[in-house]
Each structure stands twice: as C-alpha cells, then as structure tokens.
C-alpha cells in the first residue's frame, strides 16, 4: 500500500521491547561426578514486553499509548529411563497476562502438556507430546460484542474464552527428514464467534488434523 512494492519499514511508529531472564540447570559445560546419574534437565524463565506505538481500544473509538505483558515459561524434565537415557519425560508449562485488557483481545493464556521422548524401542530421536491450552477474551473486547448486538438488533455472541487439546508425534523418517502427524480438538473457537455458515448459532466445537513435515539441510 505504501508503494509499488509492497514493502514498508517504518522507523517513526513505535519501539517493541522485550527483556527475559533464564535459568537453565545443568549449565553449558556443566559436570558431573564420577558414577552419579546426570540431572534432571530444566529451564525457567520469565520475561516481558512493551510496545510504545498507539493501540486501539477493544471497545470505544479511543487510542491508548502503549501496551505490555508478562510472560513466564517452565521446562522440567521429570524422569528418565535408567536403561535407555534417551528416554525421558519432560512437563512444560507457559503462562502469559496483562493487566491492560482494554486494549488487548486476549488478557491471558496458559498452555501446559507434556513430552516423551524415545517412546518407542529403537526410536530415540523420535518424540511423542500432549498439550492444552487456554486463552481468555477480555471483558472489553466481550462488551464490544455485547455492544454491537444490541446496535444491529442481530445475534452477535459475546466472545469469552477458548480452550484447545493437542497430541502430537514426530517421527525422524531419515536423518535429514521429519514427519509430525497432529491432532487437535477446538472447545469453543474463537472464544464463542458466530457460526458464518449459521449467523443465528455460535461455532461448534472443531477437530483439526495436520501433517508437518520438516526437511533438514
């Protein structure tokens, strides 16, 4: 839009910031003692954003200076196979906020799952997961809809919140080749939107299935 073609960086509309901090035990080149079993993998962290440029509210015809959040995410490995350690189980967790809900969509998120690796004989460098995630519609981005049903005198749900399980497996094909077949089944998508096929219905509850293939050089 801004020229023929299609590019624009614009330097004069906003700084985004991000600062994290980490902790991950055992450390690079870390050691370990002579006939002892090797630590329990885990990384913590915990971070934030901010973003200076202007953001619309969710609900009024206002703009608001300014938008951040809070973020913190947790890698613990919880076991590992005494005869093939190659074989462990690992829980990860995530969980992001903002107190801002007038000018964000979604004021929070969580996902927590888990992870096995080398799940079946002879298969280390594959990977088997399970996962769930939460995202919460802010109150004003509800009010909106809740506004806009009432202006146009048509169904307009008010959003409120979405929930998602995931199962996943990575196969190693070839050394160079990785096929992730998904599965994942939708609560409440979009957080409650309108059916667009059935205006006067909110959209069922949706089973999604992928393929990912990763190719490596």
């Known amino acids: 839009r801004d020229n023929r073609f299609g590019l624009s960086f614009p330097l004069n509309k906003g700084v985004l910031a991000i600062a994290e901090i980490q902790y991950a035990d055992p450390a690079l080149g870390g050691m370990v003692a002579p006939g002892a079993d090797p630590p329990l993998a885990r990384t913590y962290r915990l971070g934030v954003w901010y973003d200076s440029a202007p953001v619309a509210d969710q609900r009024f015809a206002t703009e608001h200076r300014g938008d951040w959040s809070v973020y913190a995410v947790a890698d613990q490995m919880v076991w590992r196979s005494g005869r093939d350690p190659n074989r462990t189980l690992s829980l990860f967790t995530r969980i992001m906020g903002t107190p801002q809900a ?32 939460y995202a919460h519609v802010s109150r004003r981005a509800a009010g909106a809809d809740r506004d806009a049903a009432l202006a146009t005198g048509t169904y307009v749900p008010a959003r409120s919140d979405e929930t998602f399980v995931e199962a996943t497996y990575q196969r190693q094909i070839t050394p160079w080749l990785q096929l992730q077949p998904d599965v994942q089944y939708v609560f409440n998508p979009g957080g409650g939107v309108a059916n667009p096929n059935n205006p006067a219905a909110r959209t069922r509850n ?9 190719v490596l050089f």
Request: charged share 20%; net charge negative.
């Open 102 to 133: 007038d000018r964000n969509l979604v004021d929070f998120s969580a996902n927590l799952g888990f992870v096995l690796r080398d799940p079946l004989p002879y298969r280390t460098a594959d990977s088997f997961g399970v996962g769930v995630g």
């Open 206 to 214: 949706e089973l999604v299935l992928g393929v990912r293939t990763n």
